[in-house]
């Protein structure tokens, strides 16, 4: 192929056995609408109850918030290509929808890494507590979640930005950053470097959620009530945390070095675990395990419908 990138457009040749198609269109669908919901209540209920503005509740709907705009960089897009004889991407399109999600699984890992924080405090200061985790010190963290991952992400979209490329296919349900890299007619030693420094980063991440849980377990071995809040406030993240850096790891490693012979469905299964279970599991498991939530909510459903 002739380089001319800025008007390349990708096939994205992992769909191309998805049959039945009308199936998979539902399930689409169907995934995205209770992701929404889900996530909506959760943020609608928390901010409307004035009862719920707690730092923990905050960080919270900013994980929600955060599994919305990742799938929103997904399933529209897929559901679209699911209707369209031939699955194909614009190279602004690609580098788009790779940014989204990239900046989106990165945000997973310093918003748990700030709930983490969090807990700690709640748990091993609680006197310290409301002057530690201030208003300035939430909206501080929340800003940190964001801007942290847009300034790791733009150098490394950039960077593959300035390839020329040789290929068009992308072997995937949506674009990553990795198989555009693929399609480059040149060597790719700075980016392969720089993407494992950011993958180096967020395992950073995930080993100080878990440094802080071997704290929150020594703190609480001799106080029931910091038991019972450990298991409450701390299952859903060590849950959430454990799912998701498994999730990642095997997109990285498979999509780096998996092989052809590995069955299509499964890759296509993996592929979107992260941007299915997360989504769905983290309003389910907070909403529930957060006690003052669950009542908030159906008092705000009982009065919406009442009236």
Request: net charge positive.
């Amino acid at each position: 192929m002739e380089d001319n990138s800025s008007q390349t457009i990708f096939v994205l040749s992992g769909m191309k056995d998805l049959r039945p198609k009308c199936l998979y269109v539902f399930l689409s669908l169907s995934v995205y609408l209770l992701i929404i919901l889900l996530n909506m209540m959760l943020i609608v209920t928390i901010f409307v109850e004035k009862s719920l503005h707690e730092p923990m509740h905050f960080f919270v709907c900013n994980l929600c918030f955060n599994g919305l705009y990742g799938t929103t960089g997904f399933y529209p897009k897929f559901t679209y290509d699911l209707l369209s004889p031939s699955p194909v991407i614009s190279y602004v399109g690609c580098f788009t929808q790779s940014f989204v999600i990239y900046i989106s699984f990165m945000c997973e890992y310093t918003t748990l890494v700030i709930m983490a924080y969090d807990r700690y405090v709640a748990i091993c200061r609680p006197l310290e507590y409301h002057n530690i985790i201030g208003a300035q010190t939430v909206a501080k963290a929340i800003l940190y979640s964001w801007t942290f991952p847009f300034m790791l992400v733009l150098p490394n979209i950039i960077l593959t930005g300035q390839l020329p490329l040789c290929g068009s296919s992308i072997d995937r349900l949506y674009c990553d950053n990795w198989s555009i890299v693929k399609q480059s007619c040149l060597p790719t030693t700075t980016i392969n470097t720089y993407g494992f420094v950011l993958l180096f980063i967020f395992m950073a991440h995930a080993l100080i959620v878990m440094f802080s849980y071997q704290r929150l377990i020594i703190a609480c071995r001799n106080s029931n009530n910091n038991k019972r809040k450990f298991m409450r406030t701390c299952g859903p993240h060590l849950v959430s945390l454990l799912n998701f850096t498994v999730a990642v790891l095997f997109d990285v490693i498979f999509s780096r070095y998996g092989t052809k012979d590995f069955p299509e469905h499964l890759r296509n299964a993996f592929q979107v675990e992260i941007l299915v279970i997360p989504p769905i599991l983290n309003p389910l498991m907070y909403g529930l395990k957060l006690s003052e939530v669950p009542s908030k909510l159906f008092h705000s459903l009982f009065c919406f419908f009442l009236h």
